[in-house]
């Protein structure tokens, strides 16, 4: 799993079929998620242990990629996936990456006088 897209409000993940699901038992579906976490987040880690009960789920897809919007600029995600079989759900799997801080816009206005 990881991110390869991060921008100021929004974050595009994708994984790979995970090695241990049984041909007998193929995905159907997978739910993708995040949540906000207070631990140090200057880099992506490619592995994180998850709270399953903070997890917001946003989307279930078929796809091995996903776009979550709506997030909030400069703010530490852990982004979530996991898989359901005709069984059910497999474990969560998670990535953390920071949002980028949206650009300042700042406007300057002269008034000349004479």
């Known amino acids: 799993m990881s991110i390869t897209s991060i921008q100021p409000t ?6 790979s079929v995970p090695d241990y699901v049984p041909a ?16 140090s987040c200057y880099t992506c880690a490619s592995s994180v242990d ?3 009960e903070l997890v917001s789920v946003v989307m279930n897809t078929t796809s ?13 995600y852990v982004f979530v996936v ?3 079989t ?13 949002t980028q801080l949206a650009p300042i816009t700042i406007t ?3 008034t000349v006088t004479t």
């Not at 929004?10 to 994984?15: C, E, F, K, L, V």
């Not at 091995?64 to 530490?76: D, V």
């Not at 069984?87 to 920071?98: A, D, E, L, T, Y």
């Open 50 to 52: 998850v709270v399953s």
């Open 86 to 98: 005709e069984v059910g759900p497999g474990p969560w799997r998670g990535v953390m990456g920071q």
């Open 64 to 76: 091995l990629t996903s776009t979550i919007n709506n997030l909030m600029s400069g703010t530490c």
């Open 24 to 39: 007998s038992y193929p995905i159907i579906t997978y739910e993708v998620g995040y949540y906000t976490t207070s631990d």
């Open 108 to 110: 300057i206005t002269t």
């Open 10 to 15: 929004s974050a595009t993940i994708s994984w």
């Open 82 to 84: 996991r898989g359901y």
